[in-house]
């Protein structure tokens, strides 16, 4: 029985990284075709995925979500990917630092 439940504990710890992994690669796809997305990663303590995305044109900053990425991409993107709570940061400050 303790075998039985070390190798049920030890099969969804490795589930939770394959998915973490295929997310991860998923963005990255997207990421070739939308030059917005700078960089992407998964926290480590909370397992939350950021999308780093462009903020910056013409030496000002701009507002991401009227580029549409707000709220409801992020819940396209869980469902899509499989990613956990999905949240769009500024890839720069507004003097224009790389935030990543």
Do not use: H
């Not at 991860?24 to 780093?52: H, R, S």
């Amino acid at each position: 029985m303790k075998k039985l439940i070390i190798m049920t504990a030890i099969l969804i710890g490795m589930t939770g990284v394959a998915n973490a992994n295929s997310c991860l690669d998923q963005i990255g796809n997207y990421a070739k075709t939308d030059t917005m997305v700078k960089a992407w990663g998964i926290e480590k303590d909370t397992g939350n995925t950021i999308i780093f995305v462009q903020n910056i044109r013409n030496f000002k900053a701009i507002d991401i979500a009227f580029y549409g990425f707000n709220d409801k991409m992020a819940k396209s993107i869980e469902k899509d990917f499989g990613c956990k709570n999905v949240s769009f940061e500024n890839a720069y400050t507004d003097s224009g630092v790389p935030r990543f």
